[in-house]
């Protein structure tokens, strides 16, 4: 290591390294390979959603913005929000756009946790949340979620995990890695724990649109949670956005407003054309998602099938782009599976404790690609087991 | 939609036995649905979309206006259904507007395709005049795009 090692903050170098990062380098140099690794749409944006953009600059809209966003773009989030999820937010003081989730939820911890405060959130989950608490100062508490359970959070498993000191839920359904979902009972039991120990809850929402069954049901609009909820939500997924790099966060004006100091010192506004692009995907971007969520629920009914014809058992995940088997029969644990299989048949998937330790025992796989990549991936993967079985 | 047909039509190459595993059917229930398809007249082939730039090697492509009187020649079903027949004839279609068919053909090289004009379609009772416009560039054929710079060349293999 580096002498300049001696600089960077205890609380960093402590920070685990991304399990994803190595497996990446691999991939990466990898001429053949498969990857069922990647964590975002396999579509390109829509083409009338680039035309916005392309206009925007061509327009010559090229300035900051309003820190909070431009007025047109928290309109239009304020209508989508309100007719898709149900609470109303004023786009003055009650909406904020980010340069997607990942910000909004950083300047969200931010701007509430004070060194030494807790934070609940359910496992397995997406990479940033236990490290951007720990950036705070702050603890991480997981909760664990199980296959048997279709990785719902089951309210008396967090009831379990509370500990004095908690301050914040966050909850992301459909989850990333597992495809879970929350049904309007489960959220309500976790909405009344909520309140019964006044935590604030963020609910990652970049998923809802990609709900395959069942109707997505967001806390917020709950009762009594309008309150206590910072929804966060944005393009990346459901518009297949990912580099436009834009979301925003909704809530009560006073977390806002904490927010909003966060952002404008650190990043000052989100990104106009982004804003635009935005603008349009949520004015016209139905067809176009309904399309995208179509295709994915026939790869993902592909490849939960063939899973689970290769004895790896897998649940149906009922929102999101991954699929999140069960890979303990091979006898392996989540990397030597990952690493292996990777070495053996050049296909990657990412190993579940990527995800947090209840992860452990699964591996995910993005269905977010075509059928021939798939239809490869599980012919290698069948030979792969047929070799370890053998062995 | 038959999902046979649907998973044809999406564009990715896939053999019958991958379109059996995909589906949950096997290659023979795949081969019995394309073959239901073909006897109904609804799949009338199947064949691989090359890039242009590698046919046009070979072969030069030409779209031809084709105005005609139909009045005592069989109407424009006649004249249609002849001009079909020419096996330079990749396509051929009765149009609304300024012309009447609009006829898609390949040939070895340009005097080819001008000798099938003059020679054979000038020759038919019934057609009055042709428009030739030779194919110069492809950009996008058959709902994919040619000379696509690697859109996802910047994208990571695996990302969180």
Redesign the interface.
């Given at each position: 290591m580096d002498s300049s090692s001696r600089f960077v903050a205890r609380h960093v170098a402590s920070l685990p390294k991304?399990g994803?990062r190595d497996?990446?380098a691999i991939?990466?140099k990898m001429k053949d390979?498969v990857?069922l690794?990647?964590?975002?749409p396999d579509f390109?944006t829509p083409y009338h959603i680039r035309e916005a953009a392309i206009a925007s600059l061509e327009k010559g809209r090229t300035s900051y913005t309003d820190n909070r966003g431009t007025q047109q773009f928290r309109e239009e989030v304020s209508r989508y929000v309100a007719k898709n999820y149900g609470p109303e937010y004023d786009p003055e003081t009650e909406i904020l756009a980010t340069i997607g989730v990942s910000e909004a939820l950083d300047i969200l911890l931010r701007a509430v946790l004070n060194p030494g405060d807790k934070v609940l959130y359910h496992e397995p989950c997406?990479?940033?949340y236990a490290p951007s608490v720990a950036l705070c100062h702050a603890e991480a508490i997981p909760v664990r979620t199980v296959s048997a359970d279709q990785f719902a959070l089951d309210p008396a498993a967090l009831r379990a995990a509370w500990q004095p000191g908690c301050k914040l839920l966050v909850i992301n359904f459909p989850t990333?890695p597992t495809g879970g979902t929350a049904d309007r009972a489960k959220l309500e039991a976790i909405a009344k724990f909520a309140i019964e120990k006044d935590l604030l809850v963020a609910s990652d929402e970049i998923y809802s649109e990609l709900t395959f069954e069942g109707d997505h049901v967001s806390i917020a609009s709950l009762p009594g949670m309008r309150e206590r909820t910072i929804f966060l939500h944005g393009f990346s997924k459901a518009f297949a956005m990912t580099g436009f790099r834009i979301g925003y966060a909704c809530g009560p004006a006073a977390v806002i407003d904490g927010m909003l100091k966060v952002h404008q010192y650190g990043i000052m506004c989100a990104p106009i054309m982004s804003q635009e692009a935005a603008v349009e995907a949520l004015r016209n971007g139905r067809d176009s998602m309904l399309h995208m969520r179509y295709k994915y629920r026939e790869r993902r009914d592909?490849i939960v099938?063939?899973f689970n014809e290769l004895g790896l058992p897998c649940h149906l995940p009922r929102g999101a782009f991954y699929a999140f088997p069960d890979i303990t029969s091979t006898g392996m644990d989540s990397m030597t599976f990952a690493q292996q299989l990777l070495e053996q048949q050049k296909v990657?998937m990412?190993p579940g404790t990527?995800f947090g330790a209840a992860g452990a025992g699964f591996c995910r796989a993005s269905f977010s690609t075509?059928?021939?990549k798939?239809?490869e991936a599980?012919e290698r993967i069948a030979r792969f087991l047929d070799t370890i079985r053998k062995g | 939609m038959n999902s046979v047909l649907k998973l044809i039509l999406d564009g990715e190459a896939l053999d019958t036995a991958q379109i059996g595993k995909i589906l949950g059917l096997g290659a023979e229930a795949v081969d019995r649905e394309l073959a239901a398809l073909r006897q109904q007249g609804v799949l009338l082939g199947m064949r691989p979309v090359l890039n242009p730039a590698f046919e046009s090697e070979h072969r030069v492509r030409a779209v031809i206006e084709i105005k005609i009187r139909t009045e005592g020649v069989g109407g424009f079903d006649g004249i249609a259904e002849r001009i079909s027949s020419f096996e330079q004839v990749e396509s051929c279609y009765l149009m609304s507007g300024g012309y009447d068919l609009l006829v898609v053909v390949t040939a070895d090289n340009l005097y080819k395709v001008a000798g099938f004009v003059h020679e054979r379609l000038a020759r038919i009772d019934g057609v009055q005049g042709t428009s030739t416009h030779f194919f110069l560039r492809a950009y996008k054929k058959d709902g994919f795009i040619v000379n696509s710079e690697a859109a996802h060349r910047d994208q990571p293999s695996v990302s969180p």
């Open positions: 991304s994803i497996f990446f991939v990466s390979a990857s690794g990647i964590g975002e390109v997406y990479v940033s990333n592909f099938r063939r990657a990412v990527a075509s059928y021939e798939i239809h599980g | -």
